[in-house]
């Protein structure tokens, strides 16, 4: 049974408020695991969550997918600047020859758009989602502005890696066994298999499903309705089982927090390094030209300076704190991950009633009282070890 800090069950009481439904929150500070909670239900049954319990997380996936990306990088496998089209040669095809990997990481590609005709089938088929893509035309020339990929970044990252791993492993087996072996990760999922389909939490959502008023062009091809990041898309058993890297992850919080950990330590933890300090700090270096306006974002994300050159989200706000070295990446309907590397910590909330936004800076955030509680314990755990 676990044992919750009281400060964790008050902020539980405080998003039950807000008609949160089945939460999971894990924290690390340096390589220790110091928040592992949960409450609530897992689904219509009532069916409790525990803290094995599996959620989708939608766009937190991406942070995964681009860690999985620089550990090529780190390889020496994948250079930034280079072409897609050095590693996918078909890629280059229809005015995408100049698009490098770093405007695909920092959402500057010009070609956040789903292929026509997508459905969530055929979302689960990797190859002819990637076929598709290379027969793209940009929207725009890559760099001179900024179209967030909000469901093709997964693919397009997930080929490269694919294309650069010397055994040509599927996505979803590069992670398991680069990123998840080395850290004793097994509750992450690009695609569960059949046996888990019924164990992931499943959603429900308050997320409106109008199209919201003035939504440019860019934003209706990159969110078609058939296959919105929303819960009447990912509740289905084909969506579960996708390789989907762009917002198909489906994990624990503790795993989530674990890959997190890696980023928060500099690059390694519990001894594995993966990744060099210089390169994991060179992450929190904001993306060229981020104050123009976004063609697919909207609302206080649609200026997003806060876009990093390496496919995270930069600095604080609630839930998050006040850090400024932080790399985060929010999911549609809320689900939340992040790094903050001056506190060594690393927190990732699941849940699985979607609301509308992820807002970090706002006060009424239904996991604001969930993210002060997780930082007034990691820097009590933080002044208790310095006076040792």
């Not at 674990?258 to 990744?275: H, K």
Request: aromatic fraction near 8%; hydrophobic fraction near 45%.
């Amino acid at each position: 049974m676990q044992t919750v800090d009281p400060r964790i069950a008050d902020a539980f009481v405080q998003a039950a408020a807000y008609g949160e439904r089945g939460l999971q929150v894990a924290a690390y500070l340096g390589d220790e695991l110091i928040i592992d909670a949960w409450t609530g239900e897992a689904d219509s049954s009532g069916r409790p969550v525990t803290g094995d319990t599996i959620f989708p997380v939608f766009s937190v996936s991406k942070a995964i997918a681009a860690t999985a990306l620089h550990l090529q990088a780190e390889r020496g496998l994948i250079d930034y600047e280079a072409p897609v089209a050095r590693y996918w040669p078909e890629f280059g095809r229809n005015g995408k020859q100049h698009i490098l990997v770093r405007h695909v990481l920092s959402h500057q590609s010009g070609i956040p758009q789903m292929p026509a005709g997508v459905t969530p089938e055929l979302l689960a088929d990797w190859e002819w989602m990637t076929a598709r893509i290379a027969d793209y035309v940009p929207l725009f020339e890559p760099g001179t502005g900024s179209a967030y990929q909000s469901l093709v970044f997964g693919w397009i990252v997930g080929e490269i890696v694919r294309r650069t791993d010397p055994a040509h492993r599927g996505f979803d087996e590069f992670v398991r066994a680069e990123l998840c072996a080395p850290l004793g990760i097994k509750d992450l999922w690009f695609g569960v298999p059949d046996e888990l389909v019924d164990e992931v939490a499943e959603l429900t959502s308050i997320l409106s499903r109008e199209r919201p008023p003035g939504e440019t062009v860019a934003s209706l091809l990159a969110k078609p309705d058939a296959v919105a990041p929303d819960a009447h898309v990912h509740n289905l058993a084909v969506v579960k089982k996708a390789v989907y890297p762009g917002a198909g992850g489906i994990m624990t919080a503790r795993a989530g927090a674990r890959v997190m950990a890696l980023l928060a330590n500099g690059g390694q933890l519990d001894g594995v390094r993966l990744l060099s300090e210089a390169r994991v700090r060179g992450f929190l270096t904001p993306r060229p030209n981020g104050e123009k306006l976004d063609g697919v974002l909207f609302g206080g994300d649609r200026v997003a300076p806060l876009i990093g050159v390496a496919g995270y989200w930069l600095g604080g706000g609630t839930p998050l704190g006040d850090g400024k070295a932080i790399l985060r990446h929010g999911g549609s309907g809320g689900s939340i991950a992040w790094a903050d590397l001056d506190r060594r910590l690393a927190v990732m909330i699941c849940h699985n009633r979607m609301f509308e936004g992820y807002d970090p800076s706002s006060t009424e955030h239904p996991f604001a009282a969930l993210g002060r509680a997780v930082l007034e314990i990691a820097d009590e755990r933080s002044v208790a070890g310095r006076q040792r």
